[in-house]
């Protein structure tokens, strides 16, 4: 079963948090909430004392602070779930931009929230209800709908020989690097084109204008 997974939460809602420590707890094998609180500073301890995962809400302040937490959060290469109750579909791809793990409404609960988290510590995609909606926003319904951000890393990894350069040049980290690309292959497979290997995806990324041959 390996070690328990550990959580940083960052909630200002005693009932939320209160909430979310009991579906944990209940999990089986139980999740562990080492920390949590109101601001940020909860889940900045130094790296190798870090939580595998970090549960924040979006209501803590004005939105361009919250934003810039995320951002600072997923710079300091933290797993960051945003679990929220605001469900509109351009606050999640605004999330997913700035790096987080995946995007859940409080309405979706324990359901998404356990599996979620467990997903997060082990590095796997995890698609929520809540995204479905917004991974489908395109006008082409074959086509996935990739933030800039992702395609940013996709074509730079088409372009290097490793995920190690693509976090070098991208001043990321290997392990925010894997999650956009593993987001990646889940939009393409949602869409009916899976593309489990490189050269698959640089097969679709041709096929859907993302990049041109010249350009490898």
Known sequence: MGRPVTVSVIDDHPVVLAGVRSWYSQAIPPISVVAEGTTMGVAMTPPGNAADVVVLDLRLGPAASVFHDLRT?????????????????????NCLELGAFTYLTKAEGAEHLVPATRAAASGCPYTPPALAGAFAGNTAPDRPALTPREAEV????????????????LGLSTRTVSSYLDRVRVKYANVGRPAATKANLVARAIQDGLVALDDL
């Open 73 to 93: 959060l997923v710079e300091a290469d933290r797993q960051v779930i945003v679990y929220t109750m605001r469900d509109d579909q351009q606050t999640a791809l």
């Open 154 to 169: 996709l074509i730079e990894w088409f372009q290097s020989e490793s995920k190690a350069m693509v976090a070098e040049s």
